[in-house]
């Protein structure tokens, strides 16, 4: 699925409208909202100041960083694209959202994939170090721990985002949602390719352990406290330490649907 430019604008007048709303209804806020959202052209030059805020260190300071990330996301309109889609899904995923602004503003989950999305596009731009700095004050904000060369698609939902770890060679494909400290990750010091690769429209319980290269397959769930360390089928469940199958999803997309209740899931 992709987004065009009118869909971009569309995303952000809703936006922008809700946001209004909001500075209306609590006037506390509304020097912040209007500074952030209201005050802006478009959607990319908001998150870039809420970013640029959330990251800025004594020795990087917000306006440097306003420009850095501003730039970085106009330079691909897959990232763009990847954003609008994050931000759909993490608004129709999440029953809280009530719109979109609650998660744009709030929500650090959303947060942190959108700053690991800049900091990803600096690392296939040779700047590694940019790239490194991001990701520790991405891990220091936000709790979330995405290495740079890791390769994430679009609709993706972190949900709570707090304890998240995803490693240098981690791949997530499209439309999976991943919850709270859920870690993909090696298995020891190896080298190399050691990471898992997620496939499309996974569900990842909060608190699981995914560990090696490893493939889970696509449209597959995995159990709240699992912990995989072998290949997991498409469109099967698997739950336990170690994880085991045990069963098939009810719902034929589980990373949307966002159902982690086992009971009815089929056996055969």
């Known amino acids: 699925m992709n ?25 506390l806020l509304a020097n912040y909202l209007c500074k ?9 030059d908001a998150l870039a100041e809420l970013l640029a805020g959330k990251l800025a260190s004594q020795n990087v300071p917000t306006k440097v960083l306003v420009e850095v990330i501003s730039n970085t996301l106009r330079s691909s309109s897959a990232i763009q694209n990847a954003i609008a889609l994050d931000l759909l899904a993490t608004s129709e995923r999440d029953p809280a959202s009530k ?82 400290e859920v870690t993909l990750g090696g298995t020891g010091k190896a080298s190399g390719d050691r990471h898992p690769k997620i496939g499309r429209g996974v569900l990842i319980g909060a608190g699981a352990k995914i560990l090696g290269n490893i493939r889970v397959g696509e449209r597959a769930k995995i159990g709240a406290g699992s912990v995989v360390l072998q290949e997991v089928p498409p469109h099967t469940t698997v739950a336990g330490v170690p994880a085991k ?24």
């Open 36 to 44: 952030t959202i209201i005050d802006h052209a478009s959607l990319i």
């Open 245 to 268: 199958v045990v069963g098939h999803p009810k719902a034929d997309e589980p990373g949307k649907a966002m159902d982690q209740d086992f009971d009815g899931e089929s056996e055969g």
């Open 3 to 27: 987004t065009g430019p009118n869909d971009l604008r569309a995303l952000w007048d809703q936006l922008r409208s809700e946001v209004i709303a909001m500075a209306s209804a609590e006037p």
């Open 99 to 180: 719109g979109i602004a609650n998660p744009f503003l709030n929500y650090k989950g959303f947060h942190a994939l959108e700053a690991y999305r800049a900091g990803h596009a600096l690392w296939l731009n040779g700047r590694q170090s940019l790239a490194y700095y991001f990701q520790g004050r991405i891990s220091e904000v936000f709790s979330v721990d995405i290495h740079p060369a890791a390769i994430i698609g679009y609709g993706v939902f972190i949900d709570h985002g707090t304890g998240i770890v995803i490693g240098e060679t981690a791949v997530v494909d499209n439309d999976v949602s991943i919850l709270q």
